[in-house]
């Protein structure tokens, strides 16, 4: 059976998710999210990844969202379960232990755009549109997308796009705040994987600790969040990488960072 995710690992600290199901725009289905939830598991027991990528195979589509075919034959409870399937799985890229960087290579509407948007960075190619068109179904957004879209680029602009379910391109994505970084598709992997390198060279105890402060800190209010900040600052002052951090300042020299 041919693999529904492809997982490469690169230089040695970087993880590349492949979405594999291009002649079905990579939609989810239980299948598909059962092997993405594996891999997940399986690169956050990996110490050496830094950095995780996740794109596409094909140029038409990232993830179509839901498999609806698969839906189609389904009971409404289990609509209901498989959409909460989904969010949990999003939810668990959003709390990986590293960075994760969306490279949407096609198409992101519905939980394609949710899965995005439960990355910590999205890079988008530049013929791509995207948005949460679920309400043109007479459904909303189940998988996070009402939460982590109005928490991206705020209340107005996200009801905006939930309310019309009207797709937008990558050059307004880019200008929304929706996506980072907008590329050629030709080039959308290697920008990709410049960035993960670009992380990946970075302390790996201070990413996750930095991750951490951001996450828990963007739910709470200003003096909550700083005394978040400020105990994820005290678990990297007893790192060996701190102290091979300043050693490498004073020497002039590309640090070496072990995770320790």
């Known amino acids: 059976m041919t693999a529904l995710i492809d997982l490469q690992i690169k230089d040695g600290h970087i993880a ?9 725009m990579n939609a989810m289905s239980i299948a598909l999210l ?27 589509a990232f993830c179509a969202g839901a498999d609806l075919k698969e839906r189609k034959n389904m009971t409404q409870d289990q609509v209901v379960e498989t959409v909460n399937y989904i969010g949990r799985t999003i939810t668990a890229i959003e709390n990986m232990n590293m960075p994760v960087i969306a490279a949407i290579n096609g198409a992101a509407f519905g939980g394609g755009l949710e899965l995005a948007l439960g990355c910590d960075i999205r890079i988008t190619a530049a013929h791509v549109k995207m948005g949460l068109t679920e ?20 209340l107005g602009k996200a009801k905006r796009l939930i309310f019309t379910a009207k797709p937008v391109a990558s050059d307004e994505a880019l200008s ?8 050629s598709l030709e080039e959308l ?44 600052y005290k678990e990297t002052i007893p790192t060996e990488d701190r102290l091979e951090g300043l050693k490498a300042f004073k020497e002039k020299r590309k640090p070496d960072y072990q995770g320790k």
């Open 189 to 232: 992997l290697e920008k990709a994987i410049d960035m993960a390198q670009e992380i990946a060279g970075n302390g790996p105890v201070a990413l996750r600790q930095a991750k951490m402060a951001i996450n828990k800190g963007a739910d709470t209010d200003l003096n909550t969040g700083l005394v978040i900040e400020h105990l994820c």
């Open 176 to 183: 929304l705040g929706l996506v980072e970084q907008v590329t």
């Open 135 to 154: 309400t043109s179904l007479a459904i909303i957004p189940g998988a996070g997308g009402t939460q982590r879209l109005s928490r991206l680029i705020g």
């Open 16 to 24: 590349i998710l492949t979405l594999n199901r291009p002649e079905a």
């Open 34 to 60: 059962d092997e993405l939830n594996d891999h997940v598991n399986t690169i956050n027991a990996n110490s050496s990844i830094r950095c995780t990528i996740i794109t596409a195979a094909g140029e038409k």
